[in-house]
Each structure stands twice: as structure tokens, then as C-alpha cells.
């Protein structure tokens, strides 16, 4: 895929048919309201889906990106299981500098959801003016979110992104593909919703497990 002019950065963020049956399979249910994939592994599939900033049913919905990949979604739950979060809101105390970089993130990802509500054709979204996700601007409360935003903003506007993306390289790197067996390709993709939103969007449900690969092997595989 020839990523390097606007035009082929616009034709890849469209989900295709593929795409979404790609992303309801690697998430276990149908996505619903997926306006773009703002990240891609090396061999095209999704790692990122962005949810449009207001749901079909009229819904706000701050939390644009959801990482979908199964194998970086268990790598930054391990992270997560850790308490490398805590070590994050301790850095975030103790360090001015990254501080004004995380808050710096956080108008980025705000400027980024107007974006995508624009060419979605949704527009501003008042409702959620001021208001991203993942604890964003001074708290770390999901990894999940702060590595989807790292992965679609590319690297230097998420830190804490960025830093988790690093620490997950023993499982993930963004040069090598990871998809083979990380998740069921066999089969009719899921067509009914069971699960609505997942912990990205659900604060209360936020520490659940991660989730048990079908086939074990593949991420390791690769160390
Ligand atoms: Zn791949």
C-alpha cells in the first residue's frame, strides 16, 4: 500500500467492507459508527478503529480511538496488570515538561476528533467540547487509549503513547505483522452486538480482563 500522498492517507482511513468485517471479528461483536482506521499494521489490517464523535443513535462519544488488534490490546493489558499507570501519574507529578507534552496531547486528540467529525460529516459535537479520553490532560486511567492515539497521531504527540508503545516491543512492534491466529478468521463475523461498547469507552468496566487469544503461539513467536 503507497502511503506516502494525502490521497492515499485519505483512501486508507475509509473502512472498507473488509475492514469492518476485520474489526468485528478481532473485537468478538459488529462495530457500529467506525468512521475511519486511523492506524494500520504493515499488512493493511486495522490496529485502530475511530468511532464518529456522535453516535448513529445521537449519542456524544469522546473516546475516537479504539485500539482493535488483539495482540497489542493484551500487550498494553500486561502493561496495564503491571501498574505501569501508576508509574505514569507519577512521572506526570513529577515532571513539568511531560506534563505540558501530555496536555499538549490532549488538544491534539480534541483537534484530531474535530477532524474527524469534519470529514464524517457529524460537525462539532458541543456536548464534549474540552473533553477526551483515557484521563487525559493529567491522569493516565487506560492505556488503551493513549496507545491508540500514539498509533493514529504517529509517534512524538502522544508521550505516554509512545512510551507504552516502546514497552510492549517484547509482543508488538509496528514493523513486524502480528495478525496470523490473533484472531478467528473462520466462520460467519460476529453480525449481533452483545457487548455494545468496550472498556475504551466504558469507564466502569475499564479493568477487565485481557482478552484469551484463540490460538496461542504468534506474538511470542516472534521474540
Ligand atoms: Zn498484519
Redesign the pocket.
Known sequence: MELNTAAARDASRQPSARDLEVLSRQLGRPVRDVVEIPA??????PLVAATAPRLANGTPFPTTYYLT?PVITSAVSRLEAAGVMTEMNEQLAGNIELANAYRSAHEAYLAARAAIGERSGIGAVPEIDGISAGGMPTRVKCLHVLVGHSLAAGPGVNPLGDQAISAISEWWTTD?????G?WDTTGEAPARDLSRHGPQGLPDIVGRPAPVRKTSGTAEAGK
Do not use: D, L, P
Open positions: 494500520r499494521c504493515v499488512c493493511g489490517n488488534h513486524r505483522c502480528y495478525c496470523e490473533a
